[in-house]
């Protein structure tokens, strides 16, 4: 009996552990040309024969980039992703959420961004949240990751509703921004297209722009597969605004589990390695949502010095020029 119980627990343990390993599990996967346009890098941008997986490179003529048709108020954003390998320096991978095309001085933004690194140094994942034009007040984090992102395909995942966002790698969640009073309009709040890049950073990505891309090691290639486009589209000229096509905001409203913040507690004790919630250097006094913990200020002190707090920020940088689009409008 002792037996069958112990096997029992085990199976379940073993569907927990299967059911949580994809966020974005039975959600539809659309082609490219249903869900997405080429943005900018003309033929650096391949779609595969499935029509769903796409590769981005970038060599010494442009980076590339994609962009969901439709803009998005809240839901779950998706993709496998595998960044390329060896010798990366100054090249950046963005997957993230935007509409700064129609929103010039009060837009939103939801970032990944992959920052490449020299041979034998681990890529670096950085998240951010910008709203209503809140380009002077940077919220990033980085991070390092559990495995080598070069060598596999690895989903990352954005889910935002509208009182909070999570960043997902895999099946574990890494931040969580919950809308507070105090965010006021710096907490996204207009429809936002998806998009992908890949473009030079060299000025600032690696070490604060100490390495920067080197073409020899072109194309760099990032590839990408089971896009996930879950939310509510919208028509932004529409007022009131109303989900144009299921899901209803409803049926993305997940918040994290008590397992899931464990896990999530866990990768940032571990994995993390700068917060601006403990620069001091950018900020003088503390953002509201700052919880300090004497701990982990001392561990992050040990990381970055140089790409910020040194004095080489690129948080004012327009957000064009950030995602490499600038080469969208001189083609
Ligand atoms: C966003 O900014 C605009 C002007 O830039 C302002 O009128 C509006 O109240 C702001 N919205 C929020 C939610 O703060
Ligand atoms: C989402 O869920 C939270 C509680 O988990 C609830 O307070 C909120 O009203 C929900 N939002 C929507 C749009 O259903």
């Not at 073993?14 to 966020?23: E, T």
């Not at 249903?34 to 029509?51: P, Q």
Request: glycine share 8%; charged share 25%.
């Amino acid at each position: 009996m002792a037996c069958f119980q112990l096997i029992l627990l085990l199976l379940c343990s073993i569907l927990v552990i299967a059911s949580g390993n994809d966020i974005g599990r039975n959600l539809p996967i659309i082609s490219f040309d249903e869900g997405y346009s080429h943005l900018f890098g003309d033929d650096n941008l391949v779609v595969l024969r499935d029509g769903k997986s796409v590769h981005l490179s970038l060599d010494e003529r442009t980076g590339s980039g994609f962009m969901s048709h439709d803009l998005y108020l809240n839901g779950l954003f998706s993709a496998s992703i595998k960044l390329p390998s060896d010798y990366t320096a100054g090249v950046v991978v963005a997957f993230y959420m935007s509409n700064g095309d129609m929103y010039d001085k009060n837009h939103d933004e939801i970032d990944f961004e992959f920052l490449g690194n020299i041979r034998g140094k681990e890529w670096r994942v950085q998240t951010n949240v910008y709203g209503n034009g809140s380009t002077s007040v940077g919220r990033e984090e980085r991070y390092n990751l559990w495995f080598d992102p070069s060598e596999d395909f690895h989903q990352y995942s954005i889910l935002w509703t509208e009182d909070h966002i999570i960043f997902y790698v895999d099946e574990v969640a890494i931040r969580e921004i919950a809308k507070e009073k105090a965010m006021g309009g710096d907490f996204p709040s207009k429809p936002m297209s998806l998009y992908a890049t890949i473009w030079d950073g060299s000025d600032w990505a690696t070490n604060g722009g100490k390495y920067r891309v080197n073409y020899k090691y072109a194309p760099f290639v990032a590839q990408f597969s089971n896009l996930i486009l879950h939310g509510c589209a919208v028509d932004p000229t529409n007022n009131p605004l109303k989900c144009e096509n299921s899901p209803t905001p409803r049926s993305i409203n997940r918040s994290i589990t008590p397992p899931q913040r464990l896990k999530m507690e866990s990768f940032r004790k571990k994995h993390m390695t700068y917060s601006y919630c403990y620069d001091r250097t950018r900020y003088k006094s503390l953002m509201t949502e700052c919880v300090i913990n004497d701990q982990e200020a001392e561990r992050l002190m040990r990381f970055d010095p140089v790409t910020f707090g040194g004095g080489k920020h690129h948080h004012g940088r327009r957000r064009r020029h950030h995602h490499g689009q600038t080469l969208a409008t001189s083609f």
